[in-house]
T-cell receptor, first 116, second 111 residues
Framework: KAGVTQTPRYLIKTRGQQVTLSCSPISGHRSVSWYQQTPGQGLQFLFE???????NKGNFPGRFSGRQFSNSRSEMNVSTLELGDSALYLC???????????????FGSGTQLSVL | DQQVKQNSPSLSVQEGRISILNCDYT??????FLWYKKYPAEGPTFLISISSIKDKNEDGRFTVFLNKSAKHLSLHIVPSQPGDSAVYFCAASASGNQFYFGTGTSLTVIP
């Protein structure tokens, strides 16, 4: 089974631009979550999509948005980029249907975004 | 507000000895806990989990202990090997769908 695929691996943007990151989950997984990793901050939860609907949302500004398509692939968009948005963005997939205690996330290798 | 905390940013251990990584949480609704391991330039990979109905779960060299009253969990690696050198994240969940991660502990196993 192919793992979680994130594209692109690296991105360099300038302040004010916008960016779109892509994530293809493991086949059969319907839940896709996005995380931001920065040094000293760990993995900060952005949002989770299940069956094309945003089911959970973290505490990030509205510049961060996402969507999920009918084939479970997901995109994350950041508009009006700021220097502080430089981070590793990780996507994770899971079945999304299990109860508490039965779910675990499978991560992609991430997209390293640098904002200059 | 960091609901899951790993207060040790780094840990160094001799090969063959025990590595103990600690994690504290604040939300008493968390009922499922996981540990992930991350190498540079790769995504985190699942290591071991524990449900709140247990206080210990073992998988080979890895054991996770949960102390619900103290809201504390720990990961023990015995014996530690150089290949275990990585960043370890603990995570917690209340709903099974949203996971809260700690800031990570960088483990170095010295040969």
């Amino acid at each position: 089974k192919a793992g979680v695929t994130q594209t692109p691996r690296y991105l360099i943007k300038t302040r004010g631009q916008q960016v779109t990151l892509s994530c293809s989950p493991i086949s059969g997984h319907r839940s896709v979550s996005w995380y931001q990793q920065t040094p000293g901050q760990g993995l900060q939860f952005l949002f989770e999509y299940f069956s094309e609907t945003q089911r959970n949302k973290g505490n990030f500004p509205g510049r961060f948005s996402g969507r999920q398509f009918s084939n479970s692939r997901s995109e994350m968009n950041v508009s009006t980029l700021e220097l502080g948005d430089s981070a590793l963005y990780l996507c994770a997939s899971g079945p999304g249907t299990g109860g508490a205690g039965s779910e675990k996330l499978f991560f992609g290798s991430g997209t390293q975004l640098s904002v200059l | 507000d960091q609901q899951v905390k790993q207060n040790s940013p780094s840990l160094s251990v001799q090969e063959g000895r025990i590595s103990i990584l600690n994690c504290d949480y604040t939300n008493s609704m968390f009922d499922y806990f996981l540990w992930y391991k991350k190498y540079p330039a790769e995504g985190p990979t699942f290591l071991i989990s524990i449900s709140s109905i247990k206080d210990k779960n073992e998988d080979g060299r890895f054991t996770v202990f949960l102390n619900k009253s103290a809201k504390h969990l720990s990961l023990h690696i015995v014996p530690s090997q150089p290949g275990d050198s990585a960043v370890y994240f603990c995570a917690a969940s209340a709903s099974g769908n949203q996971f809260y991660f700690g800031t990570g502990t960088s483990l170095t196993v010295i040969p």
